[in-house]
Structures are given as structure tokens and as C-alpha cells.
């Protein structure tokens, strides 16, 4: 018997990976980002959340780490930007978090009106580490058909044609 190796793909250590999941529904869309720090930068990014360094994460202070990435994140809709509402957060405990074993998932909202042409996201959020940015479009159960998926800006904006066999 031969066995083949290959390299494993794992998180990166030294980096803050910001995934986002686009979901265009005709029940509105969803956007999720969950920041995975790598353990290399784990604590830093734990510190940044856990602002009086208590070990423990209050309202506050997970209102406040939200509202950072929520300035530093935009959706558009046809050229407008359009409200983001916090829907679903989800914390690690902070010892968790600080070893590079935790994922900070953040959820939002926002009206997708039903002859939209295009949705728009940004993420300009700055861990204070080096990010990896990776965004995605996820189909939902009620989809809106696709078109053209676009990258621009390192990774850091991602445009989706909706409705591309409906004229305008």
C-alpha cells in the first residue's frame, strides 16, 4: 500500500479571518461575518473585546465590539446604502477566544426590495492584525436568481447581479 500526503490547509496563525456569507432572498437579505483569529494574534484581538481585561465579556462590552465592525461594514442595494440591523451575535468565552479557538459570528438584515439589480458589501473592519478576507454567496430558501459575482478592492467588497433575466 502507498499512501499519498498532502500538506494540510489550516487557519492561518498570524491573521484574522473575516468570512462573510451574502444571502439575497426575496425575504431580504442576510449578511453573516465570523472572525476567526489565528492563535498567533488570538489574545490581542481578545484583549480588543474584553476592553477592562476581566476575563469575561459584559453587554457592553459586546455592544461595543459590534458597533466597531458594524462602522466598518456596508451593504448597498442599487447604489444606496441600506440599514444593517443586528439580528444574531455570538461570542466565544474570552479564555476561549484568546487561545485561537473561538469564532465571533455577527449577523444582519437589511430589505432587499424585489426588482433590486444588485447588492453591494464592504468589510473595512481593522482587528488591529492582519486580516484574510473571504466573502461567499449563500442561496437561500427563498431565492433571488444570481447573476455575476464580482470581487474588487482586495477582497473587500464583493457586488452580486440579482435578477439578471428581468429587464430593467
Partial sequence: ????????????????????????A???????????????VASPFARSVDADGDGALTPAEIDAHVAAVQ???????????????????RY????????????????????LPGD???VAYTDRYDPGATSAVQMSVLVAPDPVPLGRI?????????????????PS
Fill in 1 to 24: 500500500w502507498i499512501l499519498f500526503a498532502a500538506p494540510a490547509a489550516a487557519h492561518p496563525l498570524d491573521e484574522v479571518v473575516h468570512q462573510t456569507y451574502l444571502t439575497p
Fill in 26 to 40: 426575496a425575504s431580504g437579505l442576510t449578511v453573516r461575518l465570523d472572525l476567526t483569529p489565528g492563535v498567533l
Fill in 71 to 89: 462602522s466598518a461594514v456596508s451593504a448597498e442595494v442599487d447604489g444606496r446604502v441600506v440599514d444593517l440591523t443586528v439580528v444574531d451575535r
Fill in 92 to 111: 466565544p468565552p474570552v479564555g476561549l477566544l484568546a487561545a485561537g479557538g473561538g469564532t465571533v459570528t455577527l449577523e444582519w438584515s437589511a430589505a
Fill in 116 to 118: 433590486a439589480r444588485q
Fill in 150 to 166: 464580482g470581487h474588487e478592492d482586495n477582497g473587500r467588497r464583493m457586488t452580486v447581479a440579482l435578477n439578471p433575466d428581468v
